[in-house]
């Protein structure tokens, strides 16, 4: 099966994560939705797109289950596809339910420093995910609404966690308690100890993304610095690390969404004319396609992704934040947070001309 064809059939079969509660993990998708339909022009894309997001989004914008007293971060990622949708359609709903969420980034929690907190449950904390669910929104309805001072503070936000979660070799932590709270944080820093891969993925797209919005306002150099420290840990596989600087950690493995998430944000970047050439994010591709892309029963699946994993309490469980506890989690197949950032990867391929390789 070529890539494209398992997206469609993904995209066919996909029930919503949370029994369609609106969240980020069906907006991975839906991101994912929305950059192969940019870059085919093909249907089918839009057509999955609305036909999940049809049930979600109500005349109103009022979305399906969504809570803005939560204060969660993580719930603003799948608003991306509205702007999208809006352009598509021309249905008010979109652009209304886009503001629902602008009104929650408004009133939302903010560390003494002026940065979102990542939920209402996590006070205090900024983590990598975080700016990949919030900023790129903000800068892109900011543009939409003619809010410029939105833009503003989204970049001031930026550039302040990215002082605040800078890590070893160019690479950057998973999260910052501004309070000294936690105990996964360091009492002096308040940083958290280990280089999770994912969470770094999420800050590549995040970067890239915002490079592409607001070209002259984007971190450029850091992005630069950054994706060079991501380059320089690929394997020999074309993959990365789950603990992305520790390679040769105990229980270390090769992790499937955070090398997709790579892969989209090196393409990404060639295209952007901030990396010097596609060739590392082209390996990931490769090596994901032909490695991870497994057939079980008929079906094909991408294989070896990391459910999930965070810092302090869940679900009863404390986590801790150290490199080990990142080789520990449950590892699955066909989840949203790898097969959306794949499907992004894939638009880039397609945009570079490569469609040959994906159709």
């Known amino acids: 099966m070529t890539p494209l064809s398992y997206f469609d059939a993904f995209a066919s079969r996909y029930e919503h994560y949370k029994d369609g509660r609106w969240c980020y993990e069906d907006g991975c998708i839906y991101r ?8 085919t022009g093909e249907a ?11 049930p979600q989004i109500a005349a109103d914008g009022a979305l399906q289950g969504f809570d803005p007293d939560e204060f969660n971060i993580d719930n603003i990622l799948a608003g991306r596809c509205l702007f999208h949708l809006a352009d598509e359609t021309g249905d008010p709903r979109y652009m209304a339910a886009a503001d629902r969420l602008a009104d929650q980034l408004a009133a939302h929690p903010r560390t003494q420093a002026g940065n979102y907190w990542h939920k209402k449950r996590y006070p205090e904390q900024v983590w ?39 890590g070893p070799a160019g690479l950057y932590v998973h999260g910052y308690d501004a309070v000294r ?12 100890a280990a ?33 060079d420290a991501v380059v320089a840990q690929q394997a020999p596989s074309g993959l990365w690390p789950q603990v992305l600087d520790a390679p040769g950690l105990d229980g270390n493995y090769e992790e499937s969404s955070a090398s997709a998430m790579f892969a989209y944000a090196l393409l990404g970047a060639a295209r952007l004319h901030l990396a010097p050439d596609a060739a590392a994010g082209r390996r990931a591709w490769e090596a994901l396609v032909s490695t991870r892309l497994e057939e079980h029963s008929g079906v094909t699946r ?6 999930v994993a965070g810092l302090g309490g869940f679900e009863g ?43």
């Open 195 to 227: 280089v999770w891969a994912r969470a770094v993925g999420w800050l590549a797209m995040a970067l890239v993304d915002l490079a592409e919005l607001v070209p002259e306002r984007a971190p450029l150099p850091r992005t630069k610095v950054l994706l």
């Open 128 to 166: 990598l995910d975080g700016i990949y669910m919030g900023l790129p929104f903000q800068v892109e309805y900011a543009r939409r609404r003619d809010r410029p001072e939105l833009i503003d503070d989204a970049m001031a936000q930026l550039e302040r966690a990215l002082d605040l979660t800078a």
């Open 44 to 54: 089918r894309w839009r057509d999955h797109l609305l036909r999940l997001t049809g």
């Open 302 to 307: 991408l294989t070896r992704i990391c459910h």
């Open 181 to 192: 709270a936690q105990d996964w944080a360091d009492p002096e820093t308040g940083r958290s």
């Open 317 to 359: 469980v404390y986590r801790d934040g150290s490199p080990g506890y990142y080789t520990r989690e449950k590892i699955v197949a066909d989840d949203a947070k790898g097969v959306g950032p794949l499907m992004m990867a894939g638009a880039e391929v397609v945009r570079a001309g490569l469609a040959a390789e994906t159709a």
């Open 32 to 39: 994912g939705l929305v950059l192969l339909h940019k870059a």
